[in-house]
């Protein structure tokens, strides 16, 4: 995956809504060639648990106005992640400690991957939290 443009419409305006929000550390990846149950994954880490609910907020009011609604939501504001399955791709919205834990990025590995700039610098705040604790075990998102 070379570009935003090259990724599917619905992909596209997913992005740039958590972008809107500055989400950081953001990637997507490409899923469709592993067989996989969706498509596409996009990735994003939340700095404070008010930040994940504009995300979510944001995600879900931008993909409104072009038609489209999760089918399925999980977690909330208030714990380490969220997810907003909209079928053909799948938006996870993690607080760092979680996202180190859960480190989809390596679990998908093999997918091919599109980074982009963050306008926020999650390496300022500590990526992984104090010894990579799972979540729960530490300040929430």
């Known amino acids: 995956m070379t570009d935003l443009n090259s990724l599917p419409a619905g992909v ?8 809107n929000k500055k989400a950081a550390e953001v990637v997507v990846l490409d899923l469709g060639r592993l067989g996989a149950f ?3 994954f996009i990735i994003c880490t939340a700095l404070s648990s008010r930040q994940a ?11 409104a106005s072009k038609g489209r609604v999760p089918r399925h939501r999980e977690g909330s504001s208030a714990g380490e992640w969220m997810l907003l399955d909209f079928g053909s791709f799948i938006v996870h919205i993690f607080s760092a400690a979680a996202r180190s834990y859960y480190d989809l990025d390596r679990l998908w590995r093999s997918a091919k991957r599109l980074e982009l700039p963050g306008e926020s610098d999650i390496a300022a705040f500590g990526h992984a939290g104090p010894g990579n604790q799972p979540p729960g075990a530490g300040p929430g998102l």
Do not use: G, K, M
Request: net charge negative; proline share 0%; glycine share 0%.
């Open 12 to 19: 596209r305006v997913a992005v740039e809504a958590v972008r």
């Open 38 to 40: 969706t498509d596409h």
């Open 53 to 63: 609910q504009a995300i979510s907020e944001e995600l879900e009011e931008q993909l």
